[in-house]
């Protein structure tokens, strides 16, 4: 293991595709980023923007065909995952890196009691018997809380709540103890009381395992209390790339304002209609040549139509794919912040 | 779930009286009987004979008369052949079925769920178009047509085989591969694209992201939800298979249960076609209640009441 402030996951120019009937669909394009031991990255984006996609590349889940990683590093604690066999990969799997999942409802087999499919993972990556692994699994739902965990892990999914499976999902991928978790919208499909609980709970197990998480997410207000870093994504790119507090204090992209001007504040503007993005994310399989977000963006101009923005560096952490990045980003800092 | 299987069984014994009276009805319906041949009877033979199966009584008495009988699972003496109950018969005949239906099934059991089960792995792949072409193949060819083909290429080409007739391990072979065939083809595509079902969905996902093994993530996950569209067929497909095919029986002259089925139709021997109808269907609905249970084995969200 590396020292403890060192690099856990970094991504480097990653390019995932896939061979459609419409042509070649760029999911992914040219990702980079990196994460820090013990840090939680967020990944913003609408449905389609890649940020699943980017995530199922690092465990290299992605089904090929259709789909192939074109390009680019995914280096885990210094080894290239893209360069490893599939065996190889099998062994970081469930046991290093961990992926949490959108739907705990179909997520889970229905056709396997809960104790199996949690022993399976321990009996397969740290050698646990059969008694061992019971007695573990046990622990883990009580971790997650789920109560009274010796009468429920024979049940089967069915016999669970949405967030109890959710807790199940959190106890299966966290059993071994990986050193990353990939949690993809783990809240999305559950309800708004839930929701919190189970983000709560991410939040708890992470501090006491010590765990890197990436939460995937198209909630702004998901991520802004749980992570240190977050990167925008559109069309298969990052937009743009910020610490949390600059980034909610001061975005320097027309997009990841129009994302914040969307969550709902009720203290100041109680009354008034929500503010939404107009437009849809476009079709990825057809991209203009321009900056992708262009038709939907209230400061367009003939440059974003014709050409690709370039990745501006506004400071050391702070990036943003935009034509006038800079001037964004004054424009931020003069009007002060929008949620502090 | 024993109350619901006691339930199951009871519930087969009106719906067998109930397909019992349909088919007696429509053999009632058709013209002509038993003793209406090509030579007319002497009016005093007709009588007597008449007189002695009750048919000169009301159809009422003689509806109420046989499924007495029958509810006794009393079927009577065959018409056609004098002094033989329908029970003997069916039960003489039934093994030489049973014996083709049974190896016919395993075979297509074995057949289809392998090629299904690799198909679908290797979605796209020349295995997989390969086996699927032949199972349309399968399901396209008539057994009145596969089975001469067979006989023709291994019986009097090559003379591996026994054309025909019961006698010996041998002579099983191309009766079996014959009624295998289609039910191979069939199991095969529905494997397949149960398989391919599951081996989308999310949990299987979860499954690889835990590492677990390709062979895991098939057998210990995938292959019990894949295989369920197969149970539904397999079981009333079991039941025609044990029942006996006409066509194969024909073909490879079998005495088993199909062949004298249908002789029976054609000899109007209305007790014996009854007495084989009633067992049937008896045996299909007790395999379709075999398939439920089993439902409730595979499935655990499926719990019976």
């Given at each position: 293991m590396n020292e403890k402030n060192g690099t856990i996951l970094s991504v480097n120019d990653l390019k995932t595709y896939f061979q459609t009937e419409d042509g070649?669909?760029?999911?992914?394009?040219?990702i980079t980023f990196e994460l820090k031991r013990g840090e939680t990255l967020g990944i913003v984006g609408e449905s389609g923007s890649g940020k699943s996609v980017t995530n199922l590349s690092v465990m290299r889940l992605i089904p090929e065909p259709p789909g192939k990683i074109v390009n680019g590093d995914i280096i885990f604690d210094g080894v290239d995952v893209r360069k490893l066999s599939i065996e190889e990969v099998r062994k970081i799997r469930g046991k290093r890196m961990a992926m949490i999942f959108q739907d705990p409802m179909t997520s889970l087999n229905p056709y396997l009691k809960i104790s199996t499919q949690l022993m399976e993972v321990t009996q397969l990556?740290?050698?646990?018997s059969k008694q061992q692994a019971y007695e573990h699994a046990v622990e883990m739902l009580r971790t997650v809380g789920i109560p009274a965990p010796e009468n429920r892990i024979d049940n089967y999914p069915h016999e669970f709540s949405g967030g109890m499976r959710q807790r199940v999902m959190i106890a299966m991928a966290l059993s071994c103890q990986p050193e990353l978790l990939i949690a993809?919208?783990?809240?999305?499909?559950?309800d708004v009381t839930i929701q919190a609980q189970i983000l709560e709970l991410i939040k708890d197990l992470k501090k006491d395992l010590g765990t890197s998480v990436i939460l995937i997410t198209h909630d702004l207000g998901v991520v802004a209390g749980m992570t240190e870093n977050i990167i925008v994504m559109y069309a298969g790119k990052v937009f743009e790339s910020a610490p949390t507090k600059e980034l909610f204090a001061t975005p320097a992209n027309p997009y990841t304002k129009g994302l914040l001007k969307s969550v709902p504040d009720p203290a100041h503007e109680e009354g008034k209609p929500l503010y939404q993005i107009p437009g849809l994310p476009p079709d990825v399989a057809h991209l203009p040549?321009?900056?992708?977000f262009a038709e939907r963006c209230?400061?367009?101009?003939?440059i974003c139509e014709r050409e690709f923005p370039p990745f501006v560096q506004i400071n050391e952490n702070h990036h943003s794919l935009c034509h006038f990045a800079k001037e964004v980003y004054a424009e931020s800092i003069n009007q002060g912040s929008t949620i502090s | 779930m024993l109350k619901f299987i006691l339930k199951r069984l009871i519930i087969i014994i009106p719906m067998a009286l109930l397909v019992v009276t349909l088919t007696w009805g429509l053999i009632r319906i058709a013209p002509g009987n038993f003793y209406s041949g090509e030579k007319k009877l002497p009016p005093a033979i007709e009588a007597n004979i008449t007189k002695k199966y009750g048919l000169d009584k009301p159809w009422y008495v003689q509806y109420g008369k046989m499924m007495w009988n029958i509810v006794q699972l009393d079927f009577g003496d065959s018409l056609k052949y004098q002094g033989q109950s329908v029970n003997e018969i069916i039960w003489r005949h039934f093994p030489y079925s049973a014996t083709i239906g049974l190896l016919a099934y395993m075979l297509a059991l074995l057949i289809g769920l392998s090629a299904g089960i690799i198909a679908a792995l290797k979605q796209n792949s020349l295995f997989d178009y390969g086996s699927m072409a032949l199972a349309m193949l399968g399901l396209s060819i008539p057994n009145f047509v596969l089975g001469p083909i067979l006989v023709l290429v291994f019986s009097l080409w090559l003379f591996w085989v026994p054309p025909a007739r019961w006698g010996g391990i041998s002579s099983l072979i191309l009766p079996v591969i014959t009624l295998a065939a289609i039910y191979a083809a069939y199991i095969a595509r529905l494997t397949r694209a149960g398989m391919l079902e599951v081996l989308r969905s999310d949990y299987i996902r979860t499954a690889r992201a835990k590492g677990l093994s390709e062979k895991t993530v098939l057998l210990?996950?995938?292959l019990r939800g894949g295989i369920i569209p197969v149970v539904s067929f397999t079981g009333p497909a079991l039941a025609s298979l044990l029942a006996g095919t006409v066509v194969v029986e024909k073909v490879f002259a079998i005495p088993g249960l199909g062949k004298i089925f249908i002789e029976s139709v054609f000899n109007r021997d209305e007790p014996l076609t009854l007495g084989i109808v009633a067992f049937l269907s008896i045996l299909i609905m007790v395999f379709n209640l075999a398939v439920d249970i089993s439902y409730g084995f595979l499935d655990p969200r499926i719990r019976y009441e």
């Open positions: 070649v669909v760029k999911a992914v394009d040219g990556h740290l050698g646990h993809d919208e783990p809240t999305t499909a559950l040549p321009g900056c992708p209230e400061r367009a101009e003939d | 210990k996950h995938a």
